[in-house]
């Protein structure tokens, strides 16, 4: 038998509680400074990065010192997406209920995959399926899986939508693979997101499969442009561009009745059917087959947490079906069944806090400030020397100085600033700076005090 020593160690951190009570300790000590600090680690942090590159250990280190240095070189070095006046790409900041039952769930450290697993996540995943179907006002059992993100709700989505389509046609993709398959058309936006275009490379489609279709100048897919989807299409819809937060038109274009498959990419935007100010936007979702929604934007819940919807349990289920001589399936919810994954996390619990904590009322209000907060800041930054190129219908706001060629001047200077942090884009084939507002910590000081960096940015 081999000495185990580290077994004994470990039983006693968890028996003596020091290092957690130091990662508690370091966990205050972010929070503490967060809404102050800066929103982009400085060039001294950034050198700290360096402490970590060490040959590889080849024993046993300090728990204490492993913690320690991960508080001290690596929080400065995270950006303060948490607090509210970091705007890149679409990132939410997270809801205190959501971080404090997710420690509590880590420490149970459960494994997702099947009801026998894990009765406690197979049941609060159960209920967020119900809860978000209420919300979104989606068809009665429409089926749900947590993913870690939009893009694995996709995939997930046009896996369930391939085989459907096929199977309509008589061609099992279980039994008969892609490679003869018939062929099927896919028709997006040429403002899909690269996801959408990553999801269908994995699953089989080409440039050749794929028809784009122009959208106008907000972003939204042109709804006459738009091929008949016939029994072998694939329709794939967008609510919210990630540039412009613009909705397609979704009650002109999805018929009641149509053969083929139509998906809504809903990452961020599908939370404005929760708005009575912004469900005028979501109108019409509720005919489509599928959807993919994340709960890590819009919801603010931590990272990872996606959505896949479906309209059929079966289509999705049957497309993630997965068998072993070890698998037990029961007669309650097996999560792996709704998903690409096997094993994973405990995404329920957040899910379904946030809900709980929110309700439908606190989910509203939540969405329309982001939004309330969005339109602040495009009425704040046109007071300057610069404009808004989007008609601000969501969360996103696309600037740009009056000459577009500084944009990418003030850009850098303002993600050096450590006051605001904002993405760049492409719009309309010229650069411009992209503020998403996504975080509940967001006020209206937070936008004034980034209002003045951009200014100091452009002098
Ligand atoms: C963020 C986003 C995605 C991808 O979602 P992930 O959660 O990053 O996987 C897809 N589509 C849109 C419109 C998005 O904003």
């Given at each position: 038998?081999?000495?185990?020593?580290?077994?004994?160690?470990?039983?006693?951190?968890?028996?003596?509680k020091a290092?957690?009570?130091?990662?508690?300790?370091?966990?205050?000590?972010?929070?503490?400074?967060?809404f102050?600090?800066?929103v982009f680690?400085?060039q001294?942090?950034l050198?700290?990065?360096?402490?970590?590159?060490?040959?590889?250990?080849?024993?046993?280190g300090?728990?204490?010192?492993?913690?320690?240095?991960?508080?001290e070189?690596?929080?400065p070095?995270?950006?303060?997406?948490?607090a509210g006046?970091?705007?890149?790409?679409?990132?939410g900041?997270?809801?205190?209920?959501?971080?404090?039952?997710?420690?509590?769930?880590?420490?149970?450290?459960?494994n997702?995959?099947?009801?026998?697993?894990?009765?406690?996540?197979?049941?609060?995943?159960?209920i967020?399926?119900?809860?978000?179907?209420?919300l979104f006002?989606?068809?009665?059992?429409?089926?749900?899986?947590?993913?870690c993100?939009?893009?694995?709700?996709a995939?997930?989505?046009?896996?369930?939508?391939?085989?459907?389509?096929l199977?309509?046609?008589?061609?099992?993709?279980?039994?008969?693979?892609?490679?003869?398959?018939?062929?099927?058309?896919?028709?997006?936006?040429?403002?899909?997101?690269?996801?959408?275009?990553?999801?269908?490379?994995?699953?089989?489609?080409?440039?050749?499969?794929?028809?784009?279709?122009?959208?106008?100048?907000?972003?939204?897919?042109?709804?006459?442009?738009?091929?008949?989807?016939?029994?072998?299409?694939?329709?794939?819809?967008?609510?919210?561009?990630?540039?412009?937060g613009?909705?397609?038109?979704?009650?002109?274009?999805?018929?009641?009745?149509?053969?083929?498959?139509?998906?809504?990419d809903?990452?961020?935007?599908?939370?404005?059917?929760?708005?009575?100010?912004?469900?005028?936007?979501?109108?019409?979702?509720e005919?489509?087959?599928?959807?993919?929604?994340?709960?890590?934007?819009?919801?603010n819940?931590?990272y990872?947490?996606?959505?896949?919807?479906?309209?059929?349990?079966?289509?999705?289920?049957?497309?993630?079906?997965?068998?072993?001589s070890y698998?037990?399936?029961?007669t309650?919810?097996?999560?792996?069944?709704?998903?690409?994954?096997?094993?994973?996390?405990?995404?329920a619990?957040?899910?379904?806090a946030?809900?709980?904590?929110?309700?439908?009322?606190?989910?509203?209000?939540?969405?329309?400030?982001?939004?309330?907060m969005?339109?602040?800041?495009?009425?704040k930054?046109?007071?300057?020397?610069?404009?808004?190129?989007?008609?601000?219908?969501f969360?996103?706001?696309?600037i740009?100085?009056?000459n577009?060629?500084?944009?990418?001047?003030?850009?850098?200077?303002?993600q050096?600033?450590?006051d605001?942090w904002?993405?760049?884009?492409?719009?309309e084939?010229?650069?411009?700076?992209?503020?998403?507002?996504?975080?509940?910590?967001?006020t209206t000081?937070?936008?004034?005090?980034?209002?003045?960096?951009?200014?100091?940015?452009?002098?």
């Amino acid at each position: 038998m081999h000495d185990f020593y580290i077994g004994d160690e470990m039983k006693k951190q968890i028996e003596n509680k020091a290092l957690f009570d130091y990662a508690k300790k370091y966990a205050y000590d972010y929070m503490d400074g967060i809404f102050d600090r800066n929103v982009f680690p400085t060039q001294d942090d950034l050198r700290k990065l360096e402490y970590f590159c060490e040959p590889l250990p080849e024993i046993s280190g300090n728990e204490l010192d492993i913690l320690k240095s991960l508080h001290e070189w690596g929080s400065p070095n995270t950006v303060a997406q948490t607090a509210g006046r970091y705007y890149g790409f679409v990132n939410g900041g997270s809801l205190p209920i959501t971080l404090a039952v997710k420690w509590l769930a880590d420490v149970w450290d459960q494994n997702s995959v099947l009801n026998i697993t894990s009765p406690v996540l197979s049941k609060l995943e159960d209920i967020c399926e119900k809860w978000l179907v209420r919300l979104f006002g989606l068809p009665e059992d429409t089926a749900a899986g947590l993913v870690c993100g939009s893009s694995n709700a996709a995939f997930c989505s046009l896996a369930a939508a391939r085989n459907e389509i096929l199977n309509r046609l008589g061609w099992s993709v279980r039994d008969k693979g892609l490679f003869a398959a018939p062929s099927i058309k896919v028709v997006l936006s040429e403002h899909a997101h690269a996801t959408i275009f990553k999801a269908l490379y994995l699953l089989g489609f080409g440039q050749e499969n794929i028809v784009k279709v122009n959208a106008d100048r907000q972003g939204r897919i042109i709804p006459d442009a738009i091929p008949t989807v016939d029994e072998k299409t694939i329709l794939i819809l967008q609510a919210g561009n990630v540039n412009s937060g613009a909705f397609d038109d979704f009650e002109r274009i999805i018929k009641r009745q149509h053969s083929g498959w139509i998906h809504i990419d809903g990452a961020f935007g599908l939370w404005a059917a929760i708005s009575q100010d912004k469900c005028h936007l979501t109108k019409g979702i509720e005919r489509a087959d599928s959807w993919s929604v994340d709960a890590h934007k819009t919801l603010n819940c931590p990272y990872d947490c996606g959505i896949v919807l479906c309209r059929s349990r079966d289509s999705l289920c049957s497309a993630m079906q997965a068998s072993g001589s070890y698998i037990q399936y029961g007669t309650d919810r097996d999560e792996m069944l709704y998903t690409s994954d096997m094993s994973r996390r405990a995404r329920a619990v957040e899910l379904w806090a946030a809900i709980k904590y929110l309700g439908r009322k606190g989910i509203e209000e939540l969405v329309d400030h982001l939004c309330d907060m969005a339109q602040y800041f495009a009425e704040k930054i046109e007071k300057q020397n610069f404009k808004v190129l989007n008609e601000v219908v969501f969360n996103q706001v696309l600037i740009t100085c009056v000459n577009p060629e500084d944009n990418k001047r003030v850009l850098e200077k303002l993600q050096q600033s450590g006051d605001c942090w904002c993405g760049g884009t492409a719009w309309e084939g010229k650069p411009a700076i992209r503020v998403s507002i996504c975080s509940w910590a967001t006020t209206t000081k937070d936008i004034d005090k980034s209002v003045q960096a951009f200014c100091r940015a452009i002098e």
